[in-house]
């Protein structure tokens, strides 16, 4: 079993920045791969970014340039940088594992970009 608990979110004006972090339970994080996921009032959660233990990473387009997704295996940690957010970035944001052929998800954590 993965935990997986999300901080980082809050309220910031457009073109602000946040830093979200995803921290995972487990002996095995660096062969997890994590990824973070949004969900939108009304819309389908999507993928935003991957990164596999193997230090592979991908974006969805909207976000390239501006989103940057990192680990740190010795703190069991992933991170979102996202810079230059925009309106409709707002969303609630899952951090998730794969591990074992399992998912896991994290509770959440909502970012909010409004003037």
């Known amino acids: 079993q993965v935990q997986l608990v999300e901080s980082g979110g809050g309220l910031v004006q457009p073109g602000g920045s946040l830093r979200l972090s995803c921290a995972a339970s487990g002996s095995f994080f660096r062969l997890y791969t994590m990824g973070w996921y949004r969900q939108a009032p009304g819309n389908q959660r999507e993928l935003v970014s991957v990164i596999t233990g193997g230090g592979s990473i991908n974006y969805i387009d909207s976000v390239k340039g501006r989103f940057t997704i990192s680990r740190d295996n010795a703190k069991n940690t992933v991170y979102l940088q996202m810079n230059n957010l925009k309106v409709e970035d707002t969303a609630l944001y899952y951090c998730?594992?794969?591990?074992?052929?399992?998912?896991?998800w994290g509770q959440g954590t909502q970012v909010t970009v409004s003037s």
């Open positions: 998730n594992a794969v591990f074992a052929g399992k998912d896991y």
